[in-house]
């Protein structure tokens, strides 16, 4: 399909171990964000891609949390040394432009779950 | 610091009744806001948006009433149907970051039949 695509869906690991999630956006999109949700919380923003500008990285949780985009599409969230208070269900989205000011187009999500 | 606040977490309604579903901010520099629609293993999609220049817009039986004074907004669905049962999320945007969405925590409408 023509939709934000993620994997794994699903990933259950133990704690400590490191996971990368996936994200590949819309064909065109130059905007690119990853966002969590824990339980019974709203969105958090995680971090923010536009183009080849460097990506504003603010929401990052912790120095354990990193996120590449290669060529302006593909991006991987990496977590390392996981920890139970990690688990959470990670969103991707991406956008068409600058300066966004309307509609985000959001992956069906991660769900990960650290043991 | 949520700035984007659903005091509501659940909503429970007949099919055919009005839908109303609040939020409220702190940022007095949000000027752009979205409701976006999550069914369960799906992401969030988006529904109606408004700007802070305009208190109302519409969209087929979804209405989205700014209030910028109280710092409040409501999407009022009319008539409510199954089909609308779904998890409801403010998000606002503006200021120096505008690319940024800060999201509420989500409200869950349940349509009665």
Redesign the interface.
């Known amino acids: 399909g023509a939709g934000?695509s993620q994997s794994p869906?699903n990933k259950v690991t133990e704690k400590g171990k490191d996971v990368e999630l996936r994200c590949d956006p819309i064909s065109g999109h130059t905007?690119l964000?990853w966002?969590r949700q824990s339980l019974?919380?709203?969105?958090?923003?995680l971090i923010?891609f536009?183009g080849n500008s460097a990506p504003?990285k603010s929401?990052l949780p912790s120095d354990r949390f990193s996120a590449e985009r290669t060529g302006g599409s593909v991006s991987t969230l990496t977590i390392q040394r996981t920890q139970q208070e990690d688990s959470a269900v990670y969103?991707c989205?991406s956008s068409g432009g600058l300066?966004?000011?309307?509609?985000?187009?959001?992956?069906?999500?991660t769900r990960l779950t650290v043991l | 610091d949520?700035q984007?606040k659903?005091n509501s977490?659940s909503l429970s309604v007949q099919e055919g009744r009005i839908s109303i579903l609040n939020c409220d901010y702190t940022n007095s520099m949000f000027d752009?806001f979205?409701w976006?629609k999550k069914y369960p293993?799906?992401?969030?999609?988006?529904l109606i948006?408004i700007s802070s220049i305009k208190d109302k817009n519409e969209d087929g039986r979804f209405t989205v009433f700014l209030n910028k004074s109280a710092k409040h907004l409501s999407l009022h669905i009319v008539p409510s149907q199954p089909g609308d049962s779904a998890v409801y999320?403010c998000?606002a945007?503006g200021g120096s970051?505008?690319?940024?969405?800060?999201?509420?925590?989500?409200t869950t409408v349940t349509v009665r039949a």
């Open positions: 934000v869906s905007a964000y966002y019974g919380q709203g969105l958090e923003f923010y536009q504003d929401g969103l989205a300066g966004f000011y309307g509609e985000q187009f959001f992956g069906p999500g | 949520q984007v659903q977490p752009y979205l976006y293993a799906e992401g969030p999609t988006f948006s999320f998000a945007i970051n505008d690319y940024k969405l800060s999201f509420g925590a989500g």
